[in-house]
């Protein structure tokens, strides 16, 4: 299990350019990769996300690619044309008006400002992409280590609580038939305080029992409850992202443990069902932040 939380850089170097990679990772209903590289590694975008949604199944993904030129990256003067052209306009006009017979010298040409420009060299891109992808995997590698990490905890944490409420579900599957028993005793010794002043018939008491315990039977939610929470566990324990299914499963358990208390009408029964959701509360909290 990961967590979609965490955060990874890698650094690399070729032709004396150095590329630093980061990715930041947080919580996200999908996998949502957004990448901010300088220009020349534009045509980069669609393997970067290609090879971080391979790795990263979900969450909203900032790659961040900065460049640094080091000592050893090289320059190379390169003809600025147009303004070369408009200067050799420019004196041609001016040869023109002043009856000039010299002709215009290379040298009077190359010394004007900005003419010839100092350029880094590009690097080439084979070399470029084994840089930025060296980067990139360290960047992975580490993010997906700090993720693994924080799914660990968060695995352990929903276990422990999953056990609690275990324990809080066999107390309900306990207590639920008492209920029942209970009403019809506090119902007798109502009518018993009345004496003999009331006629009452048996066979309507029984039914009006009989009603009371088809409201309260919580049997059924109870066998759904448990089995989700059997799903649950299982899924905890797979090797793939799981998030969106214990999310869903999260939810189930919280619409069983509602129905659970509208039907209990019994003060000991509520108590143990507002406990069950408060765990579930912080599990569903939890399953946010699964991958």
Known sequence: MKSMTGYGKGQARHGGIALTVEIKTV???FGDISIKAPRFLISFDNDIKKRVGERLRRG???????????????TVPVLNQ???????????????LFDLR??????????????????????????????????????????????????RATREDMESRLTQ??????????????????????LHQRLER?????????????????????????????????????????????DEPVGRQLDFLAQELNRETNTMGSKSNDAELTRMV???????????????NVE
């Open 102 to 151: 010299d002709g215009v010298p290379l040298t009077l040409l190359a010394q004007q400002r900005d003419v010839i420009l100092m350029q880094e060299a590009a690097p080439d891109a084979q070399g470029m992409a084994e840089c930025l992808y060296e980067a990139l995997d360290q960047a992975l590698i580490a993010v997906e280590q700090m993720r693994a990490v924080e799914g």
């Open 82 to 96: 147009p303004l070369a052209e408009s200067y050799m306009d420019l004196f041609r006009k001016m040869e023109a």
């Open 274 to 288: 507002v406990q069950v959701k408060a765990e579930l509360e912080k599990i569903r909290e939890q399953v946010q």
């Open 27 to 29: 919580n996200h209903r």
């Open 60 to 74: 909203k993904i900032d790659v961040f690619i900065s460049q640094e030129a080091s000592e050893a990256l090289t």
């Open 194 to 238: 009345f004496g003999g002043e009331l006629e009452v018939d048996p066979q309507r008491l029984a039914q009006e029992v009989a009603l009371f315990a088809d409201r309260c039977d919580i049997s059924e939610e109870v066998v759904r409850f448990a089995s989700h929470l059997g799903q649950f566990r299982d899924l905890l324990q797979k």
């Open 165 to 186: 409420v275990e324990q809080m579900l066999a107390l309900i599957r306990d207590r639920a038939p008492l209920v029942v028993e209970e009403w019809r005793q506090k």
